[in-house]
């Protein structure tokens, strides 16, 4: 199994930029969720699905936008970059929802400009 | 609402000697609590976690952590510090809310070891 990967590693935008953000799983997780990380604020949740076809806001979901069309799936969408979204972004799959049942992927850097 | 604080950003402790990381949590249900551990430019992973059954809980490379009700803490020790235990550490809660649990991270505490 190759866990949860992410893609790209690293990225970096100019504002108003608009990209997406890989995560894929191989594990037949139905819970996937997106993180940002930031100093001193440790991770904050953006968005989370429960299953394909269902996705809910997290804590900090403006300027962010997902979609869940298959199991293994589930890409961040950054519509409109700000340097405000300079962060790096961690995506995490479980069976359900229970933290100790968490994979994280190894994050994606990304720098918007 | 619950919530998570890590009493320390950056401890530095030498090689062999104990690590304390401390963690005070706050929750308005019995919360499940958890600690993270993330190397360098990698992903976190589960180093242990505490629901409901024994106040100490034992993880993986040696680390444990006891769960004081009376405390509200929940703090994460290492008899002796390795190098490769460098990384950073994040105390996590959970509670359940409307059939998901929603997780509060910390804000991480740095874990330097001294040769």
């Known amino acids: 199994n190759a866990g949860v990967t992410q893609t790209p590693k690293f990225q970096v935008l100019k504002t108003g930029q608009s990209m997406t953000l890989q995560c894929a799983q191989d594990m037949n997780h139905e819970y996937m969720s997106w993180y940002r990380q930031d100093p001193g604020m440790g991770l904050r949740l953006i968005h989370y699905?429960?299953?394909?076809?269902?996705?809910d806001q997290g804590e900090v979901p403006n300027g962010y936008n997902v979609s869940r069309s298959t199991t293994e799936d589930f890409p961040l969408r950054l519509l409109s970059a700000a340097p405000s979204q300079t962060s790096v972004y961690f995506c995490?799959?479980?069976?359900?929802?229970?933290?100790?049942?968490?994979?994280f992927g190894p994050g994606t850097r990304l720098l918007v400009l | 609402a619950q919530s998570v604080t890590q009493l320390d950003s950056h401890v530095s402790v030498s090689e062999g000697t104990p690590v304390l990381l401390r963690c005070n949590y706050s929750s308005s249900y019995s919360p499940s609590l958890f600690w993270y551990v993330q190397h360098p430019n990698k992903g976190l992973q589960l180093l242990l976690k505490?629901?409901?059954?024994?106040?100490l809980v034992k993880g993986i490379n040696g680390f444990e952590a006891e769960f004081k009700k009376s405390e509200t803490s929940f703090h994460l020790t290492k008899p002796s510090a390795h190098m490769s235990d460098a990384a950073e550490y994040f105390c996590?809660?959970?509670?359940?809310?409307?059939?998901?649990?929603?997780?509060?991270f910390g804000t991480g505490t740095r874990l330097t070891i001294i040769p």
């Open positions: 699905s429960v299953g394909a076809g269902i996705t």
């Open positions: 995490a799959s479980s069976y359900w929802t229970g933290a100790e049942t968490q994979y």
């Open positions: 996590v809660v959970s509670e359940e809310n409307f059939g998901n649990e929603k997780l509060t």
């Open positions: 505490y629901t409901s059954a024994a106040t």
